[in-house]
């Protein structure tokens, strides 16, 4: 099986920055796309950033310039930065991964269990 863990998140003042990372860990044989959703309250979730195994990034239009995406494909991680935030930032955020399983054909997303992040005074 396959088993996202996040880590980073917690509570920071606006103008604050606070960095989210993601490990994906099991039997894997490659990852397509990896990415941020977030999901406030009484909102849907959405999509935050996400970055291809090749390729440039895209972001929500609400964090360009403020966030930035990363991943290392040699320990399949994705780190997402988050600088100057606001307090509509305030969220659970998600990791998600596209991930090609050993032994299996095709891929099949996953997600983490989510991290809270708020941003208040």
């Known amino acids: 099986q396959v088993q996202l863990v996040e880590s980073g998140g917690g509570l920071v003042q606006p103008g604050g920055s606070l960095r989210l990372s993601c490990a994906a860990s099991?039997?894997?044989?490659?990852?397509?796309?990896m990415g941020w959703y977030r999901q406030a309250p009484g909102k849907q979730r959405e999509l935050v950033a996400i970055?291809?195994?090749?390729?440039?990034?895209n972001y929500a239009d609400s964090v360009k310039g403020r966030f930035t995406i990363s991943r290392d494909n040699a320990k399949n991680t994705v780190t997402l930065q988050m600088n100057s935030l606001k307090p509509e930032d305030t969220a659970v955020y998600y990791c998600?991964?596209?991930?090609?399983?050993?032994?299996?054909?095709?891929?099949?997303?996953?997600w983490g269990q989510g991290t809270q992040v708020t941003v208040s005074s």
């Open positions: 970055i291809p195994s090749g390729g440039s990034a």
């Open positions: 099991g039997r894997i044989a490659g990852i397509n796309a």
């Open positions: 998600n991964a596209n991930i090609r399983q050993l032994y299996t054909s095709g891929a099949n997303n996953f």
